[in-house]
């Protein structure tokens, strides 16, 4: 004999009422196993109906707390999951270890042991804050003297410091302008522990002793190797395309205002690539996610050196 589902159902639903009279005829009929089975399957099909439907297993975890696991991996390659775990106890937030380990093991991430090994991009970021790097600048201006402009960038902002401007750079002038370095950097409460410059005639070694008195170390570069002092050696180019090739300069006065006004304008606006299109002085904004028909995009041209740059912002 076989039964229908609605059969099958309906002996499971009322095994426990049927009258002693048939149980003999049904214990012919199916086994007790059976009749079991024909229970659980009742109730698995009842349960599946009173759940939500299309969820199944724990909830999902939320997805700031795993972008958050993600950028505490990458912000520290040396955490294994059970050092994220505790990280995240401390902010409060309650995730399982079981849990860390699972979000990293989807997205491919290795083991800490695997991982921590420090790459020379990591090292060299790590001591940029403490790198200050100069050289000379040469331009000619329109009375056909040649000028030497002496700049120091730091690596971790890239802000850049012109420190001055001259036809004659002697010793004498190059020891003021890192004397006036070495006071600016003190009355701002920053300290640079290396400058790196090239083997230039021109830097005297009295600098020296005055650095290594305000605990800066002077670090000379190889012999015809610029690419040891790159940062420099790549912004130099940018100031030559964006204010000195495209700027008549008519004499020294004129070339220190100018290059006053550039100063200002590249650590406070300039966007760079290397800080995620921030300025040194100034940090990105938050990003407007209103679509733009709702939001008066009002935005106003600030023309710097006489209209060669310019310079954008809201208007007020």
Same mark, same amino acid.
């Given at each position: 004999? %076989?039964?229908? /589902?609605?059969? $099958?159902?309906?002996?499971?639903?009322?095994?426990? =009422?049927? +009258?002693?009279?048939?149980?003999?005829?049904?214990?012919?009929?199916?086994?007790?196993?059976?009749?079991?089975?024909?229970?659980?399957?009742?109730?698995?099909?009842?349960?599946?109906?009173?759940? @939500?439907?299309?969820?199944?297993?724990?909830? /999902?975890?939320?997805?700031?707390?795993?972008?958050?696991?993600?950028?505490?991996?990458?912000?520290?390659?040396?955490?294994?999951?059970? &050092?994220?775990?505790?990280?995240?106890?401390?902010?409060?937030?309650?995730?399982? +270890?079981?849990?860390?380990?699972?979000?990293? %093991?989807?997205?491919?991430?290795?083991?800490?042991?695997?991982?921590?090994?420090?790459?020379?991009?990591?090292?060299?970021? =790590?001591?940029?804050?403490?790198?200050?790097?100069?050289?000379?600048?040469?331009?000619?201006?329109?009375?056909?003297?040649? @000028?030497?402009?002496?700049?120091?960038?730091?690596?971790?902002?890239?802000?850049?410091?012109?420190?001055?401007?001259?036809?004659?750079?002697?010793?004498?002038?190059?020891?003021?302008?890192?004397?006036?370095?070495?006071?600016?950097?003190?009355?701002?409460?920053?300290?640079?522990?290396?400058?790196?410059?090239?083997?230039?005639?021109?830097?005297?070694?009295?600098?020296?002793?005055?650095?290594?008195?305000?605990?800066?170390?002077?670090?000379?570069?190889?012999? &015809?190797?610029?690419?040891?002092? =790159?940062?420099?050696? &790549?912004?130099?180019?940018?100031? $030559?395309?964006?204010?000195?090739? $495209?700027?008549?300069?008519?004499?020294?006065?004129?070339?220190?205002?100018?290059?006053?006004?550039?100063?200002?304008?590249?650590?406070?606006?300039?966007?760079?690539?290397?800080?995620?299109?921030?300025?040194?002085?100034?940090?990105?904004?938050?990003?407007?996610?209103?679509?733009? &028909?709702?939001?008066?995009?009002?935005?106003?041209?600030?023309?710097?050196?006489?209209?060669?740059?310019?310079?954008? =912002?809201?208007?007020?």
């Amino acid at each position: 004999m %076989k039964f229908a /589902p609605e059969d $099958r159902a309906f002996l499971a639903a009322r095994l426990t =009422s049927l +009258p002693r009279e048939v149980l003999p005829r049904l214990r012919l009929v199916v086994r007790p196993d059976t009749v079991l089975r024909w229970h659980r399957d009742l109730m698995r099909r009842r349960h599946a109906r009173t759940c @939500q439907p299309g969820r199944r297993g724990r909830r /999902p975890t939320i997805r700031s707390i795993r972008a958050l696991i993600l950028r505490l991996v990458r912000e520290n390659p040396g955490w294994g999951y059970r &050092r994220v775990h505790g990280e995240l106890a401390t902010l409060g937030i309650k995730v399982a +270890p079981s849990t860390v380990w699972e979000i990293l %093991k989807q997205e491919g991430i290795d083991p800490a042991p695997e991982r921590a090994s420090t790459t020379w991009a990591d090292f060299l970021r =790590s001591q940029a804050d403490a790198l200050l790097a100069c050289d000379f600048i040469e331009t000619v201006t329109l009375t056909g003297q040649r @000028q030497y402009i002496l700049a120091v960038i730091k690596h971790a902002t890239t802000r850049i410091r012109v420190l001055g401007t001259t036809a004659h750079p002697t010793a004498t002038w190059v020891t003021q302008a890192i004397r006036n370095l070495v006071m600016d950097l003190e009355d701002a409460g920053s300290r640079a522990r290396s400058l790196i410059r090239d083997r230039d005639g021109t830097f005297p070694t009295l600098i020296e002793e005055i650095l290594a008195e305000a605990g800066t170390q002077t670090v000379l570069t190889g012999i &015809r190797i610029p690419r040891m002092n =790159s940062i420099v050696e &790549r912004r130099a180019p940018t100031c $030559r395309h964006e204010l000195l090739d $495209r700027c008549l300069l008519w004499n020294e006065h004129h070339l220190r205002q100018a290059l006053g006004e550039y100063e200002k304008f590249y650590n406070q606006h300039r966007a760079h690539q290397a800080l995620d299109q921030a300025a040194p002085l100034r940090a990105v904004p938050d990003p407007i996610i209103e679509p733009v &028909r709702v939001i008066d995009l009002t935005i106003r041209r600030h023309d710097c050196l006489g209209g060669i740059i310019h310079a954008y =912002s809201h208007a007020a």
